[in-house]
């Protein structure tokens, strides 16, 4: 199934950035007020595409590189039900402040997902040539993987 390699890519992905996300972000880049409140309805917007299982609306906030690696809203959609059940029906979902990590504008949003368990999402994001903010990935760090 075509679907299965997808997913394990998203999956490898979000996995080998994961060690790098439990190191601190250096310093919060400078973003606009305007920019802030444009990226955090942004991610909020596609979280309530998740909740109304709105595949294409979801994937519309999607960076045009996630759109290029998963190709359909289907495909994406079934690899955000797989691994990401938190974010795709969260029941807490709160937004923190914005970080620059390795080079890029990002979200910290703490998510409590369906089965009651806490992460920090990290949502980094790309700005199109219109000014319009678009979400670049997304990766889940379990409060138990902080570095000492």
């Given at each position: ?69 998963f190709?359909?809203?289907?495909v ?26 390795h ?17 920090m999402?990290?949502?980094p ?24």
């Amino acid at each position: 199934m075509a679907l299965r390699p997808l997913f394990l890519l998203g999956l490898l992905l979000g996995l080998a950035v994961l060690p790098t996300l439990a190191q601190p972000a250096v310093a919060q880049p400078a973003v606009s007020e305007v920019d802030r409140s444009a990226i955090r309805e942004t991610i909020q917007s596609q979280v309530e595409a998740f909740r109304r299982d709105d595949g294409e609306a979801a994937f519309g906030y999607a960076s045009p590189d996630i759109r290029r690696l998963f190709g359909t809203s289907d495909v994406f959609m079934d690899m955000v039900r797989q691994g990401y059940q938190a974010v795709y029906r969260p029941r807490v979902f709160d937004f923190l402040e914005i970080v620059d990590l390795h080079g890029q504008v990002t979200q910290k949003v703490h998510v409590v997902g369906p089965d009651g368990r806490p992460v920090m999402a990290f949502y980094p994001m790309t700005r199109l040539p219109d000014g319009t903010w678009r979400i670049n990935g997304c990766y889940l760090q379990a409060p138990d993987e902080h570095s000492a």
